[in-house]
């Protein structure tokens, strides 16, 4: 199982790489073959969809846990009726997800009858169809890959979902490069989903010998289940908030211009967010055997600083590139008309890096069942920041809800967050952050060194220019962070990386 945990993380970088690769090379042919008004309807309309995705109600989390923890036990019987009970209520959501969708269809005038014109609202219809269709189909079949992952078969999982991102722009690309639009785009997109998700029925089925059975459950457990799912389904909703409402706002107030401008900033940080939860999102059913052998504040917290500094190497990285060399390469690939998408991502970013560096105290609290006090929190923070970034959106446009949302993200995840880590689960915050500020120095180095070099040497923007900055300055980041930052269990993962690929390559 520890070669499933190891390669399951090492398959997530290698699924965010296929994101990333795939997004550099096919997002830059597809704005241009759609076209920034059609880009900016495609992504509105996806962002409004997305909005069905939060009636999963946090179950599929749910699921990893409650399946997780009666593994240690061994009962299987009682892991049936689990199933069972799971597989019913997705298939119930199935059944209001196309209530609900079919409602947002009705007033898709409404909504946006003021800024999409007859051709926008009438392929905005279409997809709108299409995407309650899938969410429909995909919700009971979730069940599947939340087991999966409860089991801890992440290799299975992880190839999977590669396979999804790098056959989805294979096919297609050349249905756009013949004049197909956005709902062709959507066409594929379903068909992908549905495909992946009946690979892991197969899986279940034949390698982990699951059963579904009808159990009699005992009202307590069932409201034990239902406040776990209650907070899981609230982050789903904030996080939503957090970064499909800026969209939504946009589309009401400024078109599909503003909405694609947007877009391009959010695909940014999907990715910023991606290499964070490539470590966290394996750390489940792992925090959640821990907590039920009894571990204490002292084993959460060095776990928590463990990963914390592995993520914070990672993101510390990302976000120091785009500070340096974001403006650039946005002009390079998407062209001159989303330039103004770089200051959006680079306030979001920071917005975000106490919450991705620390990412792992939420598995931590999934797995002691003590999620309210931050969903709480977070919920608070994302209702305000829907009404300023409305105020703020009239004013700046997609810049506005960027502020809005990185101080809403800076207060709740960041300052209030950290208080309760601290005073209620244990956990050493302050032995935390000294670990982090002690690895620092290294991005502030590289960013001194090359605002130094930029003060003396102007370069054009060209791609072999942007290739040898990046690389430079990947090395130079490098070299420092591994001299001046890293412990030696990390020197040793490098290590033992580069003699693997060195071996690899002989």
Same mark, same amino acid.
């Given at each position: 199982m520890r070669n499933q945990?190891?390669?399951?993380? &090492?398959? !997530?970088?290698?699924?965010?790489?296929?994101?990333?690769? =795939?997004?550099?090379?096919? +997002?830059?042919?597809?704005?241009?073959?759609?076209?920034?008004?059609?880009?900016?309807l495609y992504s509105l309309i996806g962002s409004v969809m997305a909005y069905l995705s939060i009636l999963d109600m946090g179950l599929g989390n749910t699921i990893v846990r409650y399946i997780a923890k009666n593994r240690a036990t061994g009962d299987k019987k009682f892991e049936a009726e689990l199933? /069972?009970?799971?597989? !019913?209520?997705?298939?119930?959501?199935?059944?209001?997800?196309?209530?609900? /969708?079919?409602?947002?269809?009705?007033?898709?005038?409404n909504m946006f009858g003021a800024t999409l014109s007859s051709d926008e609202l009438s392929k905005a219809r279409i997809m709108m169809i299409m995407l309650i269709f899938n969410f429909a189909i995909c919700f009971p079949l979730?069940?599947?890959?939340? &087991?999966?992952?409860?089991?801890?078969?992440f290799i299975f999982l992880r190839v999977i979902n590669i396979l999804r991102v790098v056959l989805n722009p294979i096919i297609a690309l050349p249905f756009l490069l013949i004049g197909y639009g956005s709902i062709m785009l959507v066409t594929v997109t379903t068909i992908?989903?549905?495909?992946?998700?009946?690979?892991?029925?197969?899986?279940?089925?034949?390698?982990?010998?699951?059963? %579904?059975?009808?159990?009699? %459950?005992?009202?307590?457990?069932? $409201?034990e289940v239902a406040g776990y799912a209650f907070f899981i389904f609230l982050?789903?909703?904030?996080?939503?908030? $957090?970064?499909?409402?800026?969209? %939504?706002?946009?589309?009401?107030?400024?078109?599909? =211009?503003?909405?694609?401008?947007?877009?391009?900033?959010?695909? *940014? @940080?999907? @990715? $910023?967010?991606m290499f964070s939860n490539a470590i966290s999102g394996v750390l489940l059913p792992k925090v959640t055997m821990m907590v039920a052998n009894g571990a204490n504040s002292r084993d959460l917290t060095n776990l928590m600083i463990k990963i914390g500094r592995l993520q914070?190497?990672?993101?510390?990285?990302?976000?120091?590139?785009? *500070?340096?060399?974001?403006?650039? *390469?946005?002009?390079?690939?998407?062209g001159e008309n989303y330039l103004s998408a770089y200051p959006m991502i680079l306030i979001l970013m920071v917005g975000l890096l106490i919450a991705l560096v620390?990412?792992?105290? =939420? !598995?931590?609290?999934?797995?002691?069942?003590?999620?309210?006090?931050?969903? +709480?929190?977070?919920?608070?923070?994302?209702?305000?920041?829907?009404f300023t970034s409305v105020i703020l959106a009239k004013m700046y446009g997609g810049l506005g809800c960027a502020i809005s949302t990185a101080i809403a993200l800076l207060i709740s995840t960041g300052l209030i967050?950290?208080?309760y880590y601290y005073k209620r689960i244990g956990i050493d915050i302050p032995l935390f952050w000294k670990n982090i500020t002690h690895m620092m120095p290294s991005a502030f180095i590289l960013i001194a060194l090359v605002e130094l070099f930029q003060m003396n040497v102007s370069l054009e923007y060209s791609w072999l220019y942007f290739v040898i900055k990046v690389f430079v300055y990947s090395l130079i980041y490098a070299v420092l962070m591994y001299c001046l930052a890293m412990n030696g269990y990390e020197k040793n993962l490098c290590r033992s990386a580069i003699c693997k690929v060195l071996r690899m390559n002989k």
């Open positions: 945990l190891k390669i399951g993380a &090492l398959l !997530s970088y290698v699924n965010i790489i296929a994101n990333v690769v =795939i997004g550099l090379v096919y +997002t830059p042919v597809m704005l241009r073959l759609l076209g920034q008004a059609e880009y900016g199933n /069972g009970l799971f597989l !019913s209520i997705y298939s119930v959501i199935g059944v209001i997800t196309v209530i609900i /969708g079919s409602i947002l269809y009705l007033n898709i005038d979730t069940v599947f890959a939340s &087991l999966i992952q409860a089991y801890e078969r992908l989903n549905i495909s992946a998700l009946l690979m892991n029925v197969y899986y279940c089925f034949k390698y982990l010998d699951i059963h %579904f059975a009808r159990g009699k %459950f005992e009202k307590a457990f069932l $409201y982050n789903a909703v904030m996080d939503k908030i $957090y970064w499909e409402t800026g969209q %939504f706002i946009l589309g009401m107030i400024s078109g599909t =211009i503003q909405v694609a401008v947007y877009a391009i900033a959010m695909q *940014f @940080m999907q @990715m $910023y967010m914070y190497i990672i993101i510390s990285y990302i976000l120091v590139m785009f *500070f340096l060399v974001g403006k650039e *390469f946005i002009h390079l690939w998407a620390q990412n792992a105290g =939420i !598995s931590i609290l999934q797995a002691m069942n003590l999620n309210r006090y931050r969903m +709480t929190v977070y919920t608070i923070a994302a209702v305000i920041n829907i967050m950290n208080r």
